[in-house]
């Protein structure tokens, strides 16, 4: 998250280019979308226990849990008026979901952008996303679900024990799916990342070029971390 | 004799049809609003309204129509849009809040 503000504001400042970020999270942690309140959303004593971090995110949107074993992430930062960046929030969300879309195109998954912010495969939610317009950029950041445990998730999010029916856990499952349960195969990391990149690349006519952190990116990372995204101030502010 | 004020916190959680999850805690008083935090798992641009929607609402009669229009007006004043809730389905959350008592 730090990360991904860091870029923003480098690119603010025009001493980056837009940027594709594909990444996972170590060790696994659960986000809350900015209008969430965290002790309502997630069990912070199970967090604690099982070594799971907990973050709040500048976007709306939902509680996601980031399996470092079944998620990635990606972000996309890209100046306001760039051409994959409208003003009309929900059709930009269809443009660079689009992205995501393609991607699961190239491991054989059949997969549709479904307003607001999802994307669905065989009518299932397989990828959540979110979008911010801040910092004279617009930020679009969102998970693919490459695996889920459905229990695990359960336990985590903060829903009422006596709640956690066979029926409910049963009705997730019928509401949320993953790249491995759709395709009935074991789907790798590396596969994935390389048919995200593909999509991408190929849906939003973009050339990717691989790089890395500029070290004012790193830094300024390292400080919001400090002054923001680890801090109860912000992740307990609501 | 000093009258009795009545004064409740308190949380509800009101599901949009077809749509977002939306989180109230409110702290009511004599039928006004004295303090309240929306949460929810909406979308809004740019995030920071939510805070001024909050304070806007201090003061405010516990009532659908009046709650609609201060949400309506502040969103209006800063060019916001709320995406996956209207201000309508902000205030029925709230306004869920007085049911549940």
């Given at each position: 998250m730090a990360i991904d503000e860091a870029i923003m504001r480098s690119l603010k400042e025009e001493r980056v280019p837009p940027t594709l970020r594909l990444y996972r999270w170590n060790p696994s942690a659960v986000s809350i979308g900015t209008f969430q309140g965290m002790k309502e959303e997630v069990d912070l004593e199970y967090c604690g226990k099982n070594n799971i971090d907990y973050i709040r995110r500048i976007t709306g949107g939902g509680a996601v849990y980031h399996d470092f074993d079944g998620e990635i992430t990606y972000s996309i930062i890209l100046p306001r008026g760039?051409?994959?960046?409208?003003?009309?929030?929900?059709?930009?969300?269809?443009?660079?979901?689009?992205?995501?879309?393609?991607?699961?195109?190239?491991?054989?998954?059949?997969?549709?952008?479904?307003?607001?912010?999802?994307?669905?495969?065989?009518?299932?939610?397989?990828?959540?996303?979110?979008?911010?317009?801040?910092?004279?950029?617009?930020?679009?950041?969102?998970?693919?679900?490459?695996?889920?445990d459905v229990e695990v998730m359960f336990s985590i999010l903060k829903v009422p024990q006596e709640k956690i029916s066979d029926k409910m856990i049963a009705d997730v499952k019928e509401r949320v799916t993953s790249i491995r349960d759709l395709l009935a195969s074991d789907v790798s990391m590396?596969?994935?990342?390389d048919a995200l990149v593909a999509g991408f690349s190929e849906a939003l006519?973009?050339?990717?070029?691989?790089?890395?952190?500029?070290?004012?990116?790193?830094?300024?990372?390292?400080?919001?971390?400090?002054?923001?995204?680890a801090t109860d101030e912000w992740n307990l502010s609501r | 004799m000093e009258s009795l004020k009545v004064r409740i916190l308190e949380f509800?959680?009101?599901?949009?049809?077809?749509?977002?999850?939306?989180?109230?805690?409110?702290?009511?008083?004599?039928?006004?609003?004295?303090?309240?935090?929306?949460l929810g798992d909406f979308f809004l641009h740019p995030e920071d309204t939510l805070v001024e929607i909050e304070e806007e609402l201090v003061g405010i009669v516990l009532e659908e129509e009046s709650i609609t229009n201060v949400i309506q007006r502040v969103l209006d004043t800063n060019s916001a849009v709320l995406i996956g809730a209207s201000a309508?389905?902000?205030?029925?959350?709230i306004m869920s809040a007085r049911r549940t008592r």
């Open positions: 760039h051409r994959l960046a409208p003003d009309d929030i929900l059709g930009s969300y269809e443009v660079l979901c689009s992205g995501v879309v393609k991607g699961l195109e190239h491991l054989g998954i059949d997969a549709q952008f479904k307003p607001i912010n999802d994307i669905v495969a065989g009518g299932k939610k397989v990828s959540g996303n979110a979008q911010t317009r801040r910092h004279s950029c617009v930020l679009q950041h969102g998970t693919v679900l490459l695996d889920l590396d596969e994935l990342r006519k973009l050339e990717l070029v691989p790089g890395n952190l500029t070290e004012e990116e790193t830094a300024l990372a390292a400080s919001l971390v400090q002054e923001k995204y | 509800t959680s009101y599901k949009i049809p077809d749509g977002k999850m939306v989180k109230v805690r409110v702290d009511v008083k004599n039928d006004s609003i004295q303090g309240i935090t929306i309508r389905d902000l205030a029925k959350a």
